[in-house]
């Protein structure tokens, strides 16, 4: 069974600094989708990067980026020069490629922003 | 307007209480999900559906039935609400082209 392990339960950065998130997951499969999603203490859920695993380049969106390491099956966010509106839970998810589409998630990691 | 919405944004009820939660989309999607949110927990799935006639149990569908009555809305029941039905509820609808999820604000359930 497929699982996501974000091994940080909270993370602090100073504004204008950068912070990198991990994320690992396990699957078998070779063909699927990872995902960052942040939750503001709005608790939406916002998309923030979206990355499809036949792609070897890293998807960048504005100040978000991810390191994407296939064979490691590593899956980090970094957020560069950190602002106040950063501060959030971010989830990382997997979603295997094909019609069975759930997505499951990782634990989060609580980002503080420091100013 | 907001593309996924939820009905009702917060509720407090009773153990034994029978509850609906209703979630609309106006995106046009065909998949529709329901996930809890727990403290330390992430989300996790309780039901999701492909269209109006195929309805799948998720992870954690034990205590909750879902209603698919168009393809705008998907509805969450709990037939009698227990305590540790506690929790944040969210509605999602999936585009099968990006295969990117969106979810609807959120319900807050406390049951006492």
């Known amino acids: 069974a497929q699982t996501v392990t974000q091994s940080q339960p909270e993370m602090s950065v100073q504004e204008a600094e950068t912070v990198t998130l991990s994320c690992t997951y396990d699957?078998?499969?070779?063909?699927?989708?990872l995902f960052w999603y942040k939750q503001p203490p709005s608790r939406q859920m916002i998309l923030v990067i979206r990355?499809?695993?036949?792609?070897?380049q890293n998807a960048t969106e504005n100040r978000f980026s991810v390191n994407f390491q296939k064979a490691a099956k590593s899956f980090s966010l970094k957020i560069s020069d950190s602002q106040l509106g950063d501060a959030a839970m971010y989830f990382c998810?997997?979603?295997?490629?094909?019609?069975?589409?759930?997505?499951?998630f990782g634990k989060g990691t609580r980002l503080h922003i420091l100013p | 307007d907001a593309d996924v919405t939820q009905t009702p944004r917060n509720r407090i009820t009773k153990t034994g209480k029978r509850i609906m939660l209703e979630c609309s989309q106006t995106?046009?999607?065909?998949?529709m999900y329901w996930y809890r949110q727990d403290p330390g927990l992430g989300l996790q799935l309780i039901y999701y559906?492909?269209?109006?006639?195929?309805?799948n149990k998720g992870e954690i569908s034990d205590g909750y039935s879902v209603s698919r009555q168009a393809q705008a809305k998907f509805s969450l029941s709990l037939e009698s609400a227990i305590p540790n039905q506690t929790a944040l509820y969210f509605c999602?609808?999936?585009?099968?082209?990006?295969?990117?999820?969106?979810f609807g604000p959120g319900t807050r359930l406390t049951v006492l």
């Open positions: 995106k046009g999607h065909d998949r």
């Open positions: 990355q499809e695993a036949y792609k070897q």
């Open positions: 999602a609808t999936s585009d099968p082209g990006r295969d990117t999820q969106y």
């Open positions: 699957t078998s499969e070779s063909d699927y989708y």
């Open positions: 559906s492909f269209d109006v006639k195929d309805i």
């Open positions: 998810a997997y979603r295997r490629r094909g019609r069975d589409d759930k997505i499951i």
